[in-house]
C-alpha cells in the first residue's frame, strides 16, 4: 500500500514520489538503516533508495535501489542529490527518524521547486554564516538534512551549482553555507518548512498544544551520540532524545549564568 498523498501523485500525474538517503561508512550506514526502518513502518510502499560508498553490506534490502559512491566525502550528499531518479524527492540525512505518514508533504512541489528548514541556531555567528553575502538577521542558513525536492531543469541546475561551489571552496566544511548564499542570489521558488517536518528542538514539544502541529519528521545529533561520545548508550527513540535533551536545556542555560531578565515571565 502506497503512502497516503504518494498514490494519489502516481496515479494522477504519473510522477514518481521517493525518499533518498547518503551514507559513508558503515556508522551512517547504521543509521541510515534506521531511518529508512522508521519510513517503512510510517509510509510503507513510499520507495526509498540508498547511495552509498557500502553497497554490497548487509541489511540493505529495506532499500528499492542502492547506488554506489565511487568517491566518497563528508558531503557526498551534494553528489548525489542531482541524481535521484524520482521526480519528487526527499532527501533525509541518516540521523533521523520518520514519526508519522508524510501525507501531502510531497504536494508543496506542486507550487515549489523546493523546501527546507530553517536551522535553530540562528543566534549563532555559525549559522548566520554567509561566504559571498552578510544577510539580515532574519535570513539565517537552512539546514539540508531534510530536503524536498522536485527534479526539474532549474532545480538540478541549482543543485549543480551548490556542490561545483562547494568543491571549489576548500576552507568550507559545511554546505549550509553555499546553499545560503545560492538562495540569497536565486530567483529559485522555495518554500519553508514548519519546523515540525525536521524536528531539531525537541523541547518544543514541552510547550506545543494538541492543536499545533503534527511531529513528522526527528532530526537529531542525539542519534549519534554514541559515534562522538565516549561510553554513550546508542539512541533509538523519541522518547530518548526528548530526555536528552531537556537535560542539555538545563545545562546550556546554566553554562551562560541562567535565563536573560527579559525571558522572566
Not at 538540478?156 to 542570489?185: G, M, S, T, Y
Not at 551562560?256 to 527579559?262: E, L, T, W
Amino acid at each position: 500500500m502506497a503512502a497516503a498523498g504518494t498514490d494519489r501523485l502516481t496515479q494522477e500525474t504519473g510522477m514518481q514520489t521517493g525518499v533518498i538517503y547518503v551514507a559513508t561508512g558503515e556508522d551512517y550506514l547504521d543509521l541510515a538503516r534506521a531511518s529508512a526502518e522508521s519510513l517503512r513502518q510510517t509510509n510503507p510502499g513510499l520507495p526509498a533508495d540508498l547511495f552509498t560508498d557500502l553497497p554490497d553490506a548487509a541489511g540493505l534490502e529495506m532499500f528499492d535501489r542502492v547506488h554506489r559512491i565511487t568517491q566518497p566525502h563528508d558531503r557526498s550528499k551534494l553528489d548525489c542529490l542531482p541524481l535521484t531518479r524520482f521526480d519528487r524527492t526527499l532527501f533525509l540525512d541518516a540521523d533521523t527518524l520518520v514519526l508519522r505518514p508524510l501525507g501531502d508533504l510531497f504536494d508543496v512541489l506542486d507550487r515549489f521547486e523546493m523546501a527546507i528548514a530553517h536551522d535553530v541556531r540562528r543566534a549563532s555567528a555559525l549559522v548566520q554564516e554567509g561566504l559571498r553575502h552578510k544577510t539580515p538577521y532574519a535570513v539565517p542558513q537552512l539546514n539540508s538534512g531534510v530536503l524536498l525536492y522536485r527534479r526539474s531543469d532549474a532545480m538540478l541546475a541549482f543543485l549543480r551549482e551548490w556542490v561545483a561551489r562547494f568543491h571549489a571552496e576548500p576552507q568550507v566544511d559545511r554546505d549550509q553555507v553555499i546553499l545560503k548564499d545560492l538562495l540569497w542570489e536565486s530567483d529559485l521558488r522555495f518554500w519553508v518548512l514548519p519546523p515540525e517536518f525536521n524536528l531539531r528542538r525537541v523541547t518544543k514539544l514541552d510547550a506545543w498544544e494538541p492543536l499545533d502541529v503534527m511531529p513528522t519528521i526527528l532530526h537529531s545529533h542525539r542519534l549519534l551520540d554514541h559515534l562522538r561520545v565516549p561510553g554513550a548508550d546508542r539512541v533509538r527513540t523519541l522518547a530518548q532524545v526528548v530526555r536528552l535533551e531537556r537535560l542539555a536545556l538545563e545545562q546550556e542555560w546554566a553554562a551562560v549564568g541562567g535565563r536573560p531578565p527579559d525571558w522572566d515571565v
